[in-house]
C-alpha cells in the first residue's frame, strides 16, 4: 500500500487532499464534518481583522455544459464575515481534537506590518500548523488593497512574506493569483520573501453569465451583477500550466496545486506536475466532503499499480517532460487510425476534419456498415477526430517512425537557428 | 376452460357488456400511454444526441426530418426552432412523435444503439418540440407558416387523413387554393379514428388538424365519399388537380362459416367505436376476446378490448412471431398488458348461437413455403370476435377511376401521378409502407408534384 502520508513544508497530514480556503473551511462544523470524512488537512477560510467584512446575499453563479452542472463556478462571497475571535476559538479546539491533520489558516489583512504581525501572534497561539497568505482573492478585497491587489506587485508579495517570516515560526505558504501574466514573477518574489510554499491558483476574475431577462451579469445582486473568481473543472488546465510552470523554474519551492481539483486523477496530474499536495473546494461544494474517500482509494489504488511508494515519488514526475514548444522534434509525426469494429458511425470525425481541419477523413467505400477512415497522406496528426469520436479507443494516434529529431531552434525555416554542430 | 366450453355449447348468451371497469380506472386506462417528456427528461435525453453529422436517423425516416438539428435546438433551450425544423420537414410530426415505429425508422438506425443498445428518444424529444409549437399557435392564433401569393390554382384532395392532409398544407403554403374532402364526418383519417386512444389522448388529432388547417387556404368538406357524393370526373373538371388519399376504407374478411354472428366485428369499427365514445364506460367489449391477425390494428384492438376491462384476450396469428406485420415493440407493449398471444393457428369456423361462443382454430404450417391447415386444431372461447386481417380499397366501381392493381392505385412513382392525368395519389391507396410518415411523405411530395404540373401548364 502506498503511503500518502505528507510532510508539505514542515506541515505533516495523512494524505495530501486539503480543503481549500472557502465557504467549506468557514466554521468548525463543517471542518469537524470533512476531517470525519477523511480529508487530511483544510486551509482555513481567510480571517481578517475585525470587524468582519460583510457578505452578500447570492453568492454563486454556475456554468453547466451539456446537461452537466457545474463546470464551472464563480463567486462573490469574500473572507470570512466571523468575529475573528470566533474563529480563533475555533480552531484552537478543532486542531486539539484533529492533531493529525494539517491545520492551516488563510490570513488577509492591510499592508501594514503590524496588522500581519498582530494576527500571526493570535494564530500561533491557536496550535495551527501554518498560514497561506491570501494574495488571491480577485473580488470585493483587493479593491480595499488586499487580496489580488497584493498579489500583483511582486514587490509587496516579497515584503508581506517577508514579514510574516520574520513575525512567525509557522511554515507560511504564499497563494498565487492567477490573474497575471507571468506566474513566476510572484512565485520568485514569495520565494526570496522567505516563503515556505506557494500555492496556486485562486479563482480566475470572470462574469460567469447574464441573465438575459433582466439584462445582468450573473449571480445577481438586488438586480444587479458584479464580477466573481471562477474555479471548478473548468480552471484545472489554467491552473496545471502556471503549477507545472513554477516547479520547472524553481525546483525545490514546495507547490500546492489548486484548481478544478475532484478526483484522484486530478490530484495524481497536479501531482505530476509539480505539486506537493492539493487543495479541493468546488468539487466538495458540488458532492460534499465524502468525495475523498475515492480521491485516497483511487490514487492509492493507482500508486500501487504503477509502482510509487510515497507522494513524493509522484511530486513532479512530469516535470523533465514538461518543455518549451521550441524543444519539441517536429521531425515526428503521428497518424489517426480509426477501428472499424469499434465506429458507430456518427460521422463527427469527418465533419469536423472536413470543415476544420485537413480533408483528411472519408466514409469509407463500400455499402456494408457506414465507417469512416483515415487518408493517411492527408492527416497531420492533428488530434482533433480522436477528442470529437464519442467511442473511447476508437480513434487512436499512431505514432510514426521518426526519421530524425529536428526542433525549431534547429529548424531550416527558423532565421534564428543554431548552426548544427556538423556544420 | 372445460366448464365454459360447456356454456358455449349449451347455448348460454354471450357475455358483452360496457362498463366493466369503474370510470376513473377506465379514464387511466385511456390517457396518454407514454406521457410527455419533462423539461429535465429532454435536457437529459436531448444531450444523449451525438449530433451526428449525415445522421443515419434522417436518412431512415422517410419525411427526412433535421433529426439531430431539432433535437440540438431542444438542448439549447429552443424549442420554437425544434418545432419549426420538424414541421418544415413533417407537417404531421405530433401524430408522428406518437404513433411511428420508431424502433424500425429513426430510433433503430441511431447511433447509440452500436455504442450502448440504447437510442436516443427521438420520438419523445420529437412530441416535446412539436406539443410547444401546437400550443403556442393554438395560444396566439398564428401559425408557424406563411403560404406563398395566391396562384388562383384550386385542388381537389380527396381524403383527410395523413396523406391528404400534408397534402392539403403544402399545397396552400405554395399558394394554391385547396378543396378538402372527407368520406367520414370529421378529418384526421385514422389518426382521428383508427389507432389506439391512448396513443392520441387528448384529443390531439382534432388539435393537429386545426393546427394544420390554420395556415389557410384548405376548406375542409366532411361526409363527402368518392363515388357517393363526390365524382371523380366532375373533380377533374372543375379543379386544376385532384390528389386521391382515400386510404383503405374497406376491411378483409375471414371468410368462415359463422362470420355473420352478433359479436363478430372488424377490429377498425371496434377501434373507431372507441375513438369516438366520448365515455369509454359506454363501449360494449366481450369477457372472452379473441383477435385475429398480427398487425398494429389486431395490437390497438387487443390492448384496448384489454384496458375496456375484458378477462381474456387472445391474439391469434396465422404465422410465427417474427413473421407479425407489428413490430416487436408494438408486440411487447400487447403482452405487457396481459394479451395473450397464439401464433401459427388460422379460424376455421365461428360458433355460437344467438351470439359468437367460441372460435375453432386449425394449427398452420410452412409447406413448400406456403401456409397450409394441419388436421390438428383447438377451440377458443369468445364472447366477441375482432377480425383484423388486413384493409382494402373501398371505392365504387367506375370507370373515371385511375388503374388499380393488386388492390392500389397505380402511380409513376417518381411523380404519383396516376394512369389520369392531373390525378396524382397517396398514402395508403397506393403500394408502399402503411405508416403515417409514409403517408405524410407522400402527401408531401405529391403536393410538390402537383405544384411542378400546375406551373408546367401555365407554361404550355
Known sequence: ?423 | MSDLLDDVFSGSSPDIKAGRLPGEALAACFADAHPPLTRDQADIEANRCYFCYDAPCVTACPTAIDIPGFIRAIATGNLPGAGRRIFEANIMGGACARVCPTEILCEGACVRNAQQHKPVEIGALQRVATDAVITRAEATGVHPFQRAAATGRRVAVVGAGPAGLACAHELARSGHAVDLFEARPKPGGLNEYGIAAYKMADGFAAREVNFILGIGGIRVFTNQALGRELDLGALRRDFDAVFLAIGQAGVKSLAVPGEALPGVMDAVRFIETLRQAEDKASVPVGRHVVVIGGGNTAIDAAVQAKRLGAELVTLVYRRGREDMPATTVEQDWALMNGVAFRHWAAPVAIEGGEGVRAVRFARTTLAGGRLALLEDGFVLAADMVLKAVGQSLDVAESEALPAIAQGRIVVNPDTLETSLPGVFAGGDCISGQDLTVQAVADGKRAAQRIDEYLKGRNHG
Open chain 1, 1 to 423: 500500500m502506498a503511503d500518502l502520508s505528507i510532510n508539505f513544508a514542515g506541515i505533516k497530514a495523512p494524505n495530501p487532499f486539503w480543503l481549500a480556503s472557502a465557504p467549506p473551511t468557514d466554521k468548525a462544523y463543517n471542518v469537524e464534518r470533512a476531517f470525519a470524512a477523511g480529508w487530511g488537512g483544510v486551509v482555513w477560510k481567510t480571517l481578517g481583522e475585525d470587524p468582519p467584512v460583510v457578505n452578500a446575499s447570492s453568492r454563486y453563479g454556475g456554468i453547466g455544459y451539456n446537461g452537466q452542472r457545474l463546470m464551472g463556478l464563480n463567486n462573490i462571497e469574500l473572507i470570512t464575515d466571523r468575529p475573528l475571535q470566533v474563529n480563533l476559538e475555533e480552531i484552537t479546539m478543532v486542531k486539539r481534537k484533529w492533531p493529525d491533520r494539517a491545520v492551516v489558516v488563510s490570513l488577509m489583512v492591510p499592508c501594514e506590518e503590524e496588522s500581519w504581525r498582530r494576527i500571526l501572534r493570535q494564530v500561533e497561539e491557536t496550535g495551527a500548523d501554518g498560514v497561506e497568505l491570501n494574495f488571491g482573492c480577485p473580488h470585493g478585497m483587493s479593491e480595499r488593497g488586499m487580496g489580488a491587489a497584493v498579489g500583483q506587485v511582486p514587490d509587496y508579495v516579497e515584503m508581506v512574506t517577508r514579514w510574516c517570516k520574520q513575525h512567525s515560526r509557522m511554515p507560511v505558504i504564499v497563494k498565487l493569483t492567477p490573474n497575471i501574466t507571468d506566474i513566476l514573477k510572484p512565485a520568485a518574489a514569495a520565494q526570496a520573501g522567505g516563503a515556505d510554499a506557494v500555492s496556486l491558483i485562486n479563482t480566475v476574475q470572470s462574469v460567469i453569465g447574464v441573465d438575459l431577462d433582466n439584462m445582468a451579469p450573473l449571480p445577481t445582486v438586488d438586480g444587479v451583477g458584479t464580477h466573481g473568481g471562477y474555479c471548478g473543472p473548468a480552471v484545472k488546465p489554467i491552473a496545471l500550466r502556471m503549477v507545472g510552470e513554477i516547479a520547472r523554474a524553481m525546483p525545490g519551492l514546495p507547490v500546492s496545486g489548486i484548481g478544478g481539483i475532484g478526483t484522484w486523477r486530478d490530484a495524481a496530474e497536479f501531482l505530476a506536475m509539480g505539486s506537493g499536495c492539493v487543495q479541493v473546494c468546488t468539487a466538495a461544494m458540488h458532492y460534499g466532503f465524502r468525495i475523498v474517500d475515492d480521491m485516497i482509494n483511487g490514487l492509492s489504488d493507482w500508486m500501487d499499480e504503477k509502482g510509487y511508494a510515497r507522494i513524493a515519488d509522484v511530486t513532479a514526475r512530469a516535470i523533465p517532460k514538461f518543455v518549451h514548444w521550441q524543444d519539441l522534434n517536429l521531425a515526428w509525426k503521428t497518424i489517426a487510425s480509426i477501428d472499424p469494429e469499434a465506429c458507430i458511425g456518427c460521422g463527427l470525425c469527418h465533419i469536423a476534419c472536413e470543415d476544420t481541419a485537413h480533408q483528411a477523413i472519408r466514409l469509407s467505400p463500400g455499402d456494408a456498415k457506414r465507417v469512416y477512415e483515415i487518408i493517411e497522406d492527408e492527416c497531420v496528426g492533428c488530434n482533433l477526430c480522436s477528442h470529437i469520436c464519442p467511442v473511447d479507443g476508437c480513434i487512436t494516434m499512431k505514432p510514426q517512425q521518426a526519421s530524425q529529431h529536428l526542433t525549431w531552434k534547429q529548424h531550416p525555416n527558423n532565421p534564428l537557428r543554431v548552426a548544427e554542430a556538423a556544420e
